[in-house]
């Protein structure tokens, strides 16, 4: 009986030393990839600052020299553009660090809401056109349809740009939506 017991002791040692080791590994594997989101998230965090303040002075401009709204109107409309991007990328950085999955749902209303702004300030732009255009002759009025023809130019490359912002932050969304999934399997 002494044999058995001693027996059953070293089996139940080495399988304890092999359990614990399984464990470690698994928890050094979960740290690890911890710090690598933590890693992604922090670029995703700096690139998305560093595009913003290069944003924020090119969109004003641009904005202005379109539209030629004033400046309060031109920061204004700038500031709530600015709102909804930060406000996309802080719901996926969320999504990411998997704090609010419930986020997902609320991403399409989102970039309705950046949308509408842009619809907003298109919409000023044509009221503000319209106030001026009061009673010219007809000349005023070919003059005028040029200018809308231009600013018709003007307008689809700014939604052009604007586009491709929606476009780079689905792109980084799905990266971030693609490696939480991955990581959740």
């Known amino acids: 009986m002494d044999e058995f017991l001693t027996s059953l002791l070293v089996i139940g040692t080495e399988f304890g030393i092999l359990v614990g080791i ?23 965090t700096n690139d998305f600052k560093e595009f913003s303040s290069d944003r924020k002075v090119n969109l004003e401009h641009v904005i202005d020299d379109a539209f030629n709204l004033g400046n309060a109107a031109t920061k204004e409309y700038a500031e709530i553009i600015m709102k909804n991007e930060r406000k996309i990328c802080s719901n996926m ?12 749902l609320q991403l399409q209303g989102d970039l309705e809401n950046l ?33 809308l023809a231009d600013e018709n130019e003007r307008l689809k490359d700014d939604l052009k740009k604007a586009l491709e912002s929606v476009d780079y932050l689905q792109t980084q969304y799905t990266e971030l939506f693609k490696k939480t999934n991955k990581d959740d399997d």
Do not use: C, H, P, W
């Open 115 to 147: 949308t509408d702004a842009y619809k907003a300030l298109a919409s000023m732009s044509n009221s503000k056109e319209q106030d001026a255009s009061g009673g010219k002759d007809d000349e005023g009025l070919l003059e005028k349809t040029r200018m």
């Open 93 to 104: 950085l969320s999504l990411f660090n998997g704090s609010d999955r419930d986020l997902l």
């Open 22 to 44: 399984i464990l470690l590994v698994v928890l050094f594997m979960f740290l690890k990839k911890r710090m690598k989101d933590k890693r992604i998230a922090q670029q995703f």
